[in-house]
């Protein structure tokens, strides 16, 4: 992306043609909309005004909605989605949290049309929000907690912060045209969760699969293309476009061997032990390694030291670490 305009790029959405694309910087909310020679060939405005948009998604009536969420010191008593039909009309339709201010770059739209908010949080799960209500023009409309989603975290390298920590960072979402696979992306990874039946939030009570997309200087977009391909894109100047052909036949093969496996652990479980054969090992060792954090790490090894990092990040990061924007 060479386009002088272009350098905060936070969201990205494909119709199979054309990308859409927001910034989180521009004095008013603005879509862009641009070729696949990167050339931006025109913009779409709102007319509303920007404070820190998050991300962007395109429902299945190809209304476009931009995520007006983001908020690193926790102080905005609203956040907002902006609506923008295919004839280019635009609404402003604000939000509140039930438990406080909280800062949010995800936004995942499936098959019902309905709008998913997915936090960005230093420590814990992210949460996961909806809207309580049918949306109001302005609003504001009150949003339900629905649920949480803990990334695992990796030591795929790049983004702004420190450590491992940008690695379970809630930076982007979008969910497949045809609902069936939904993508969280972190700084430096991306989780796709297998929709099967098309539910956002079931989906993300599921085990994802990790695609590792390193070395993104501040890694928040990401989407699909119609036939599969997972595209990714970071904050900065004359930053890529990146593409991970076949992203969704990645995730089926994946799928497959988890179903293999465990069709033999089934069978494995079912055969009697020969006599005299010794019992097979506990599953429970006492040394467990932790689902929670970088591979390598254990759960009682990282406690202490994942809140100090996190406490210190949090300092950095309150004042204004990382980029005017993160």
């Known amino acids: 992306m060479t386009d002088p305009a272009i350098t905060m790029l936070s969201g990205l959405v494909s119709d199979g043609d054309r990308w859409y694309m927001v910034n989180d910087h521009d004095p008013l909310v603005q879509v862009f909309v641009v070729n696949r020679d990167c050339v931006v060939e025109r913009v779409i405005p709102t007319g509303v005004d920007h404070y820190d948009v998050g991300d962007l998604a395109m429902a299945p009536d190809g209304t476009l909605w931009v995520a ?68 109001a023009v302005p609003g504001p409309v009150p949003l339900e907690r629905v649920g949480s989603v803990r990334l695992s975290g990796s030591d795929t390298p790049g983004g702004p912060v420190p450590g491992f920590v940008g690695s379970f960072l809630v930076t982007g979402g979008s969910v497949h045209p045809d609902g069936t696979v939904v993508a969280l992306r972190t700084y430096t990874d991306a989780y796709l969760f297998p929709a099967p039946d098309g539910d956002v939030l079931s989906a993300l009570a599921g085990e994802p699969l990790r695609i590792p997309l390193p070395d993104e200087p501040q890694g928040e977009a990401v989407a699909w293309e119609p036939d599969g391909t997972l595209l990714s894109g970071s904050e900065g100047a004359d930053q890529p476009i990146r593409a991970v052909p076949d992203a969704t036949g990645l995730l089926a093969a994946e799928l497959e061997r988890r179903d293999r496996e465990a ?64």
């Open 68 to 135: 007006e969420t983001g908020d690193n010191r926790h102080r905005r008593e609203t956040v907002a989605l902006v609506s923008i039909r295919p004839d280019g009309v635009a609404a402003l339709h604000r939000l509140t949290y039930p438990d406080g201010p909280r800062d949010a770059e995800a936004l995942l739209i499936g098959r019902d049309g309905v709008p998913y908010i997915v936090t960005k949080e230093l420590i814990g799960p992210a949460e996961i929000y909806r809207p309580a209500e049918p949306l």
């Open 263 to 326: 069709g033999l652990s089934s069978e494995s479980a079912a055969e009697p032990a020969e006599p005299g054969r010794d019992a097979p090992p506990s599953a429970a060792p006492a040394d467990t390694q932790s689902s929670e954090g970088p591979p390598g790490l254990r759960q009682v090894g990282i406690s202490v030291a994942a809140v100090t990092l996190a406490a210190g990040v949090l300092l950095w990061w309150r004042r204004g670490g990382g980029g005017a924007r993160c």
